[in-house]
């Protein structure tokens, strides 16, 4: 699996978690509550665009969470470390 498939894989969980937290709450409301505009958390949320880490902290200020929730996704790590290091052990 390469890094490109791996990053799409990523920010769609990330935004699936946005979109859980967020439930029914508008792009709007959040984006009253942070320094991000609607429709950037809208494409954030959708795995459209990538984000650096502040903006994940931008959107937690909007949604009143901790940036954790945000990252706390089902990822298997050990998988993905193996594929990329033949040299990676598990500890």
Same mark, same amino acid.
């Given at each position: ?6 990053? &799409?894989? &990523?920010?769609k969980k990330v935004g699936d978690k ?10 709007? #409301? ?5 320094? &991000?505009?609607?429709? #950037?958390?809208? #494409?954030? %949320? ?11 902290? %931008?959107?937690?200020?909007? &949604? ?6 945000l990252l706390d996704i089902e990822f298997?790590? %050990?998988?993905?470390?193996?594929k990329i290091d033949h040299t990676y052990?598990?500890?």
């Amino acid at each position: 699996m390469d890094s490109k498939v791996i990053n &799409l894989e &990523l920010r769609k969980k990330v935004g699936d978690k946005i979109q859980l937290i967020r439930g029914d709450e508008s792009y709007e #409301k959040i984006a009253s509550r942070c320094n &991000l505009d609607a429709s #950037k958390i809208s #494409k954030i %949320e959708k795995g459209r665009i990538d984000f650096r880490i502040n903006t994940i902290f %931008e959107i937690a200020k909007g &949604l009143r969470v901790h940036p954790k929730e945000l990252l706390d996704i089902e990822f298997n790590f %050990e998988d993905y470390y193996r594929k990329i290091d033949h040299t990676y052990k598990t500890t």
